[in-house]
């Protein structure tokens, strides 16, 4: 189910791609792998099938498609399973949020993928994965609100959506085609002193511990 690549945003909202631009701070998170060369390496669990429409379509509210594919056409949504699995941007630390404990497993991971579900099924009315579109958006506008009004049972949503930027910048769509990429940014400098000690130099950096 492809929740925004085949109709325009509504007029109004406020939910523009490029709105999300300043979010790129978070890639100081960033991992190197395109988000669609890991889509196959997502955690198993008995709710995968569900957990991967769901992120998809949430990932693709959040960065629809315009002139470049969006976020759920990338495949942000399967990273950014991948990424609550192996804890990036602080996935694996406790919350304790009161009212928010029956999320966390005995070892206080926090399991967002089933809150989100339950959230966004409670904000649609009813189960989000069937509502119509503009009610599937109005459900995730709201909780997007919510969180960065601080509202506490909102809260895990900056987890997720951090990870939907850094998956969507980081693909190869995302990177090159929203972004004007530039592997050298700023001023070059051909004659640079090399020693023995010196390592070499990367214009990206990967940070995902696969343990």
Do not use: C
Not at 127 to 142: E, T
């Amino acid at each position: 189910m492809t929740v925004a690549a085949d109709s325009p945003h509504p007029a109004g909202t406020g939910w523009q791609r490029r709105d999300f631009l300043a979010g790129l701070v978070l890639l100081g998170l960033a991992v190197g792998p395109a988000a669609a060369a890991v889509a196959a390496s997502a955690p198993q669990d008995a709710n995968i099938v569900r957990y991967q429409g769901l992120m998809r379509d949430v990932a693709q509210i959040v960065i629809p498609r315009t002139d470049t594919a969006g976020a759920g056409d990338v495949g942000a949504g399967a990273f950014v399973l991948l990424g609550l699995a192996h804890g990036l941007g602080g996935a694996h630390q406790p919350v304790t949020t009161p009212g928010l404990e029956g999320f966390s497993s005995t070892d206080g991971r926090f399991d967002h993928p089933r809150w989100l579900a339950l959230e966004l099924d409670r904000r649609a009315g009813g189960d989000f994965a069937h509502a119509g579109l503009s009610a599937r958006q109005a459900a995730v506008a709201g909780l997007d609100r919510d969180a960065f009004a601080d509202a506490p049972m909102a809260q895990p949503w900056h987890t997720i959506k951090n990870l939907v930027l850094t998956g969507y910048y980081t693909s190869e769509i995302g990177g090159s085609k929203e972004l004007n990429y530039e592997l050298v940014p700023g001023r070059w400098d051909p004659d640079v002193p090399v020693t023995p000690t010196t390592r070499a130099y990367s214009s990206d950096w990967t940070a995902i511990d696969f343990g």
